[in-house]
């Protein structure tokens, strides 16, 4: 039992992570993934407690005045014992306030609702990358040459390629009976044909099947490039120093997405970083752009990492900092012993690791039909005509041309009787 008869616990009122809700006889209901460790907690070293919540919203910065916002002002202040709000041990923190055990570690990660905008035009040419393509090309051409110098005078270069061509679009390959005297060069353009026909028709099939999407964006290389041409944004938490932290690394692509989120405010809050952080924007131009978010990648997989937004949302892997996270206390509080005994049993036991997934099934099934749906991805299991466009547009120009082959040669011969009748 502890000497103190109350203990005030400074935290911030958000979804899914401490939701804090009146009731009828006056005493508040808390529900969420940190609040059930409170109540695990206050339970287990039996003490009775008051929640509180800093007007600001914040989770805690240093001002220039000395002073801080936020759950870390309020126990700087004294006005708070505990705070809880996954609340990174940073060095101005440690500083201030004093940190139980962590009971996690979490680094930034960044999170977007994939595009469906899809590569149409000659997609199918897409199944391979342009270095395969071409050792491809200068194996085919090395393979005629080749082939070229054996038979020398009984094959002609184009008729070889045409040969060896149609051979990769598993036709008979018919060559002069000289070729046997090679046996090996013969078989082994054969193996060769037949080992990229059969990788080509089945990344053809898998395309056909699934069209494939855009080059998502997985580094944070790619995506400050991404935002530096306008076709991204990255929102940080509001009350973080996240985005000076990424401002002030060596790296000049790190600065300068970090540059971009500080001058033009890109910021969310605690609350909606727990609700649906990954919403769809516009720019003033009316051009839909992807909006990424940073934040613990825990947050992400409970929200997105269930049903079938996991095919949807992209969760990095690259992290920028790995932060531990813990309970802070005011300087001074006496029961810090008491207080990481059982936060050391309750990660030990994976009694975190529950309430986190029971969270996560939770907002799974409260969601409806329409918000389970992601509008942008809706589609994206669905062909469509648009999926055909460069077939078509190669069937027609297949078609154009043997149109004019068959002018040709219908009014060739006419055109040749004429030429002759006129020079007699």
């Known amino acids: ?3 103190e008869k109350k203990w005030v616990i400074s935290t911030l009122n ?4 401490f939701e804090i809700f009146s009731s009828f006889d006056g005493k508040p209901k808390f529900y969420g993934i940190e609040a059930e460790m409170i109540k695990t907690l206050m339970a287990k070293i039996g003490v009775d407690y008051e929640i509180v919540t800093p007007q600001d919203g914040q ?6 005045s000395g002073n801080w916002t936020g759950v870390i002002g309020m126990l700087y202040r004294g006005e708070a014992d ?3 709000a996954n609340l990174g041990i940073f060095e101005d923190r440690f500083r201030t306030v004093d940190f139980s055990s962590p009971y996690m570690s979490e680094g930034l990660h960044f999170s977007y609702i994939k595009s469906a905008n899809r590569e149409q035009l000659f997609s199918f040419l897409r199944m391979f990358d342009f270095s395969t393509w071409m050792l491809f090309l200068a194996s085919f051409l090395l393979a005629s040459v080749v082939i070229l110098i054996i038979l020398k005078d009984q094959e002609t270069i184009s008729s070889i390629m045409l040969s060896l061509f149609g051979s990769f679009l598993r036709q008979s390959l018919v060559f002069h009976k000289k070729i046997n005297e090679w046996k090996v060069i013969f078989f082994s353009w054969m193996l060769f044909a037949f080992i990229m026909s059969s990788v080509y028709s089945g990344a053809l099939l898998s395309f056909l099947v699934l069209p494939s999407e855009g080059k998502i964006v997985e580094s944070y290389r790619e995506l400050s490039e991404a935002v530096a041409k306008g076709s991204h944004r990255g929102f940080t938490l509001n009350g973080t120093n996240h985005a000076a932290t990424i401002r002030h690394y060596p790296e000049q692509y790190l600065q300068s997405l970090g540059k971009m989120i500080e001058e033009n405010h890109w910021h969310i809050t605690a609350d909606e970083m727990t609700q649906d952080p990954l919403k769809k924007k516009y720019s003033p131009d009316g051009k839909p752009r992807i909006d990424a978010v940073f934040g613990a990648k825990y947050i992400f997989k409970m929200l997105y990492e269930v049903g079938d937004f996991k095919s949807k949302v992209f969760i990095s892997e690259e992290r920028l900092f790995a932060v531990p996270q813990a309970i802070a206390f005011r300087k001074g509080f ?3 012993f008491e207080v990481n005994k059982y936060i050391k049993r309750i990660v030990q ?7 986190l997934k029971d969270e996560s ?3 799974w099934f409260s969601l409806s039909n329409e918000e389970r749906n992601v509008v942008e991805l809706a589609d994206n299991r669905i062909l469509s005509i648009s999926d055909f466009t460069d077939a078509f547009l190669l069937f027609f120009a297949g078609l154009l041309i043997s149109c004019l082959v068959f002018l040709i040669e219908l009014f ?3 055109l040749k009787r004429r030429y002759s009748k006129a020079r007699h």
């Open 59 to 64: 989770y805690g910065i240093e001002l220039s």
């Open 334 to 336: 006496g029961c810090t």
């Open 82 to 84: 505990i705070g809880i």
């Open 14 to 17: 958000r979804s899914r992570l």
């Open 349 to 355: 036991g994976g009694i975190y690791d529950k309430f």
């Open 412 to 414: 060739f011969p006419h």
């Open 1 to 3: 039992m502890s000497t």
């Open 361 to 363: 099934l939770k907002y």
